[in-house]
């Protein structure tokens, strides 16, 4: 189920570009904090990249940038919308990558389909003495009321199975960080996210659908402009494997 899962984002790339969130810029600020130096000519490799958000940000932050993606979609809409950047194909458990080459290697939203016996290793190996892994997940902050309302709606029609995992045993010894933002965006652009989630687009048109169909209803309710404000939360790991 996870390969399948992890797969699964190839089939909707075009959405997931267009509908996944961003990352704020105090994001990265932390991330140079916590690896003691500046993105601005440091040699990263983006791992999981996607579509490459995360990868066109850094770049956007002097950084010089490598992703590395498995999967077929992501990587052709990867190309698509940052010509600029290399992108390589592999996972984290095989990186493409010289040894000791890295002054960074980044997940963000991916480190959690690697398997850590394997990426772990990887991850020393490619990363120059002193290099830093960073990882990070960007969800949705649950302490605001109708997120956490939505959060439990969501467990009830996948089961707590059917919900991605955050993070999994790996042995790093990491320092975390907490970084909180929003924004405001359509109705229909909040739910066209949900629906490039592994757990929906594993699940099919039609049972996303009906959930979409019905999340829409409740939120018009609270937001009668169509118009929603997101909260989110980034969790930010930085180790020195």
């Known amino acids: 189920m996870t390969i399948t899962r992890a797969r699964s984002f190839d089939a909707a790339a075009p959405q997931y570009h267009a ?15 916590l690896a003691g130096r500046s993105l601005r000519g440091a040699r990263v490799a983006d791992a999981g990249a996607g ?24 990587a052709a809409e990867f190309r698509r919308a940052h010509p600029g950047i290399p992108v390589v194909r592999g996972d984290g458990n095989r990186l493409p990558l010289a040894s000791g080459s890295l002054d960074l290697l980044t ?11 394997r990426s772990v290793p990887e991850a020393r190996r490619v990363l120059r003495p002193g290099g830093a892994l960073a990882l990070w997940w960007n969800d949705m902050d649950v302490r605001v009321p109708w997120i956490a309302a939505q959060d439990q709606r969501l467990r009830e029609f996948f089961g707590v199975v059917g919900l991605p995992l955050r993070e999994h ?6 320092t975390t960080r907490e970084v909180r ?11 066209a996210n949900h629906a490039t989630h592994s757990a929906f687009l594993v699940v099919g048109e039609t049972r996303t659908r009906e959930f979409v169909d019905a ?8 937001f009668p402009d169509g118009s929603v404000e997101e909260e989110y939360v980034v969790t930010l790991r930085v180790a020195f494997p």
């Open 169 to 174: 045993r790996d042995g790093l010894d990491a």
């Open 19 to 33: 509908s996944r969130p961003g990352y704020p810029d105090a994001l990265f600020d932390a991330v140079e904090a």
């Open 181 to 191: 933002w929003s924004r405001r965006i359509p109705l229909e652009a909040h739910l």
């Open 107 to 117: 997940y963000a939203q991916a480190w959690h389909w690697t398997d850590p016996d």
């Open 51 to 74: 579509t490459g958000i995360a990868s066109a940000l850094l770049h956007a932050r002097g950084a010089h940038v490598v992703a590395v993606e498995p999967g077929d979609g992501m």
């Open 215 to 222: 999340e829409r209803a409740r939120l018009l309710d609270l």
